[in-house]
């Protein structure tokens, strides 16, 4: 997750009106279309893919930009690190790496993933993670990417989601999600572009298979996830007669979950919730209660990889995310679904892995159809 | 404990500052005869005063010296000018310039939490200061029309290490401020300017900047601009910069248009 920067109205009219005069001819923050292309990326060293195939192991993971679960980074944890250094980040690199080439999934759904910004030193984990794992391709759509964010001393950002491929990507769009509905229009310049990174991959003996990786809001206190899952749910619809698999980071938890407010969980050293004279009274992105049934849909038409009554049977389990660094996971935000078959208990959410972000991957395995 | 109002302002001013401060120059300048002048060896004539909206404050204080200094960040960011005329050599005039400026109470403030941060508050920035000297050489080629070379050194001096992570990924900031990461830089450039038609004059200007130890170690600029000059007492102008740069992140290329600003002479008594 990733709090807004924190432009305020009253203070910020002119680091646009400055920063723009230095910037003029060139958007400070990149807009993008409502459809365009993704990025294509591929590994410095190719290696052949498997071609006799029955199943192919797919995770999605929220890498939270590498920089590992226990760095206070102000924006999604209570703490006041903001650009984190060149070592840092490789040394969490090698561990998501290291984690990657262990568990071997065949594709791979990244959310947070930096491409050259300042406050991760400005590697590009993409191909830095294609050249240091077996993947071949890759392809990313950036969500968040500015010239310079004069906040924080944050500056240069690109920030997205990617999938990773031992076979090729034949086609990648970046579709754009509606944006948030409760910022004013310069908080709303300077903030996330949400997106679905929608990829057609060569699977070898399947002739229409889609990869579709999706981060939704993190932080919105009205109905903006819902109809950015709304949005996802119509492209799927699109792709009748095809195969699909999909997940990513919702920020939802699954229906019928037992605890659904998490403002204690999260709030930091200073901050008050649910008493009456606390304004707000929740913490943004925290409580997710009025939000309880807008995955129902998705559970509905697809098939999750941890189907509702597993998850409802032992709910920890399946916790993939928490924002405290100390904390035990608490909470499930990260899903894979399909319309085809997942192999029965296959399913897997690797909660034993600690220190490398704030989520946990998600693995599974898919039957590939014949 | 510095206002968010002064941090503000401070970002504002800085940026102001660079943006304006490279789109002239940086120095006073004075054409033989002529009172508006910028870019060139010739120093202002005595007891003139220039001041533009973006352009730092110059005062000709004796037949071969000039002082300027930038009145919107002297408070943050103390600043002195000296250009010194010398003799002509083969139809050229010789000055130098030199410079010396504290940027510290100005990076302090904009390291900062939230809007108008463009350090990250966990860095500390040390005192620093920094000398320019540079020499020009200028000619009239033509009627009204004149040629300057110039070439700088900037030295640095700082009380202790200041983080790489410091640095502000920006055009005209990043390559002036690269002097303080590693010790001395160096740049050099070409001024042409003078008379078209009337009122309306012109004026193009290139300059490299090379950072010898730093692994960003270019940059690149060039400036065009049209002046009108009312009287001796106002001009307006109006122009482009093209900046090419190596960054952390890699190489890019800026156009930073239009460059607008107001300037004012008059005779101090």
Known sequence: MIKETRIHTSQRHWVLIATALLLSCDPLVNQFKPVEEAVIYTAKHQQAPPNNIDKITVMTWNIRFAAGRRTPWFGDSCGDRVILSEKEILSTLEGLAAKINDIKPDIL????????SKRSGYIDQVQWLLDHTYFSYGAYASIWQAQYIPSDGLGRMNMGNAILSRWKIVEAERIQLPQRGDQDALTKYFYLRRNILKTRIALPGVDSFYVVNTHAEAFSTDDTKKRQIERLENELSKLAGAYIIFGGDFNLLPPGSDSTDFCMEDKCSGESFHRAKDNPQHKEGSNYTPEMNWLRGLYDRYFCSVPMKDYLIDQPRHFTHATDPNATWDRKIDYLFTNHRWLPNTSVTHQDITDLSDHVPVSAQWEVPR | MISSCASRWATAVLLSFLLCTAATGGEARQDAGQTWSSGTAYTLP????????????????????????????????????????????????????????????????????????????????????????????????????????????????KSATLDRRTTIDLPLIFPRMNVFYHGYSLRGGTNLQGRMFRRWHYRADAEIFITPKAEENFAFEQLGLLLWQKSARFQFCFGYKLVYGEYPFGSQWHLLAPLVDLQWGWRVK
Do not use: C
């Open chain 1, 109 to 116: 759904l990244l959310q947070e993933v930096d491409v050259e």
């Open chain 2, 46 to 157: 005595v007891g003139r005063m220039e001041v533009g909206i973006f352009q730092p404050l110059r005062y000709g204080l004796s037949t071969s010296l000039e002082f300027s200094i930038h009145p919107l960040v002297t408070f943050l960011m103390p600043n002195l000018s000296v250009k010194w005329s010398h003799r002509s050599f083969n139809g050229f005039q010789v000055s130098t310039n030199h410079s010396l400026y504290y940027p510290t109470p100005l990076l302090r403030t904009v390291a900062r939490e939230g809007t108008g941060g463009l350090i990250s508050p966990e860095f500390r920035i040390p005192n620093m200061v920094a000398i320019n000297t540079e020499v020009l050489a200028s000619k009239f080629i033509a009627k009204d029309q004149v040629l300057t070379g110039k070439l700088g050194l900037a030295l640095a001096a």
